[in-house]
């Protein structure tokens, strides 16, 4: 095979590739080959600033760009994202690994953000009621907050980014988005739609880099609001330190999510879901399910299905008809494969083992088969740690409470589901269960655009969830006026509140 050259991979200034030297990269990887396919740039505080600078320069006049027009970028943006869509998927394909079929899912998920943000003006309309007091009317009005941050996680490099940006933007507000090291190119790719959409130059910038341009976007004071996506240390270091800036803060982190399996279930969908849900991407998503509870009368019976399954999983190069892609960097195969040896030393029975392969990749990628361990613990550190991997961890209960109460002791309440033909339990469960997004029969319940995503405790720091009409209040400000047209019946001295 001819070795890969690596592009330099750079940030956006508004419509323009950064032209200066970096003073620190870091190495992009096809996890696929293990090859170092692109060299990128790393930030330094100075360019943040310099950058954040330019966007308020910008954020005033795209702010007082009249709703109509803003819409008519918008939709101009989601035509073209349409139009682009396999190739983007297929630059997530290249830097995270995951399947093509699966990048093309992401990218459509992200374009329903862009669907929804394109009825901004009706989103945008305040409230108006007449006559409050004697001839006195009052209105509320939503307005943009100026600069914006946006920090995302590698594991959705174009879902997550879209979350966010298409409402922030619609909204009124400049954009500087800092995108996972590790696959920035989707990012990129995707800023470069804004450009032909007739985005205004510097409303929407990339800038590329590690914890420097974290920091120097949580600090930088022209920065109002910043939406951040990633593990949970550093969600909550990112909301505190964000937080003490005086930032509005949104920081989405980790999750341990489980799917509760009842006695009444059918077990042959339950499985499907199992499978899908814990082994799809790689196990490398926020809603994948990495803990499977099942009532102790059925857990033989759906284990075996399960392991079925899991024997015809195709693990190799996502970009060729396999069913699972690599992991993104062979830091994390490491960290994956720890826990699996971590798993058997605890004494969890392991019932599949995906560490030997076989892989259908390059021979230096970055693979872990699907694994499954039965009989796991909430003591175990596969229990209790967000591993993100292919790997299943199968808890035994004796009854819905028991399993309830399991779901309901973990710090994370990012998403959970329940298997089951019973509506009565189904809808227990809805009621009972603290976590912020919940499937009935439906394992990674990801909210649709118009509803808000976002999970309940370490899963979420912060008030607003993202997306819907919580990312319209999250990337606005709202003012109430009070109005009268003075005539003059209005005269007169009055130092009390108006009482009618
Ligand atoms: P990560 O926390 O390592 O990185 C997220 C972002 O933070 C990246 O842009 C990264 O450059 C930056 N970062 C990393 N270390 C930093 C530091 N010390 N200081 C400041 N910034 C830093 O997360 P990841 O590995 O890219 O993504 C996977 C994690 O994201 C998982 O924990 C997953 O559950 C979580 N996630 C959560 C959601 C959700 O909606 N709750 C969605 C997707 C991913």
Redesign the pocket.
């Known amino acids: 095979m001819t070795p890969v050259t690596p592009n330099r991979i750079t940030h956006l200034i508004g419509h323009a590739p950064w032209e200066g030297t970096a003073e620190r990269t870091s190495e992009v990887f096809n996890p696929a080959t293990g090859e170092v396919t692109g060299v990128l740039d790393l930030a330094s505080k100075e360019l943040v600033d310099e950058v954040v600078a330019r966007a308020a320069g910008v954020a005033k006049a795209w702010a007082d760009t009249p709703l109509s027009r803003r819409s008519q970028v918008l939709f101009a943006f989601r035509q073209l994202l349409d139009a682009n869509k396999q190739r983007i998927a297929d630059i997530i394909t290249a830097e995270h690994g995951k399947v093509t079929s699966d990048a093309l899912g992401e990218v459509t998920r992200g374009l329903e953000v862009a669907e929804f943000a394109c009825g901004i003006p009706h989103l945008l309309k305040g409230g108006f009621s007449e006559n409050v007091s004697t001839k006195v009317d009052a209105y509320s009005i939503m307005q943009p907050l100026g600069v914006v941050g946006v ?6 490099p174009a879902m ?1 980014p879209m979350w966010f940006v298409p409402i922030a933007v619609a909204c009124g507000n400049a954009v500087v988005i ?5 696959d920035p190119s989707a990012v990129i790719a995707i800023a470069e739609l804004w450009r032909e959409a007739g985005l205004p130059d510097g409303v929407m910038n990339v800038v590329n ?3 420097e ?3 120097a976007l949580l600090d930088n004071p022209t920065v109002k609001a910043i939406s ?8 909550r ?2 909301y505190e330190r964000g937080v003490a800036a005086g930032k509005r803060v949104q920081a ?4 341990k999510n489980h799917m509760l399996v009842l006695p009444d279930a059918d077990l042959e969908l339950a499985a499907d879901a199992a499978v899908n849900a814990g082994f799809g991407s790689a196990g ?4 994948a399910i990495s803990v499977l509870v099942a009532v102790d009368t059925i857990a033989d019976a759906l284990i075996a299905k399960i392991a079925e399954r899991m024997a015809t999983i195709k693990t190799g190069d996502g970009s060729t008809a396999c069913d699972m892609g690599p992991i ?1 960097t062979a830091q ?1 195969r490491d960290r994956i494969v720890g826990y699996v040896e971590a798993g058997v030393t605890e004494g969890a029975e392991l019932v599949v083992d995906g560490r030997g392969g076989p892989f259908h990749g390059g021979e230096n990628g970055f693979f872990v088969g699907p694994t499954l361990f039965d009989k796991v613990t909430p003591q175990m550190s596969i229990y209790t740690d ?1 591993i ?1 991997g292919p790997v299943l961890s199968v808890v035994r209960v004796h009854s819905y409470d028991e399993g309830l109460a399991l779901i309901n002791s973990s710090p994370y309440g ?1 998403g959970t589901a329940i298997f089951t033909n019973d509506g009565g339990a189904a809808r227990r469960f809805q009621h009972e269960v603290e976590v912020g997004m919940v499937g009935i029969n439906v394992p990674i319940p990801v909210p649709v655009a118009y509803y808000s ?3 309940w405790k370490h ?2 720091f912060g008030d607003s969830h ?1 997306h819907g009409v919580e990312g319209v209040h999250f990337f606005t400000r709202t003012k109430a006026v009070t109005q009268r047209w003075l005539d003059p019946s209005h005269g007169g001295l009055n130092l009390g509140f108006p009482q009618n």
């Open positions: 920090i995302s996680p590698f594991n959705f997550v800092k995108p996972s090291e590790k880099g590690d914890k341009a974290v920091d951040f996506v990633g593990s949970t240390p550093i969600a270091y990112v989405l982190g980790g999750a490398e998503r926020c809603m993104v994390s967000e993100f990012n995503f976002g999970g899963s979420l993202a």
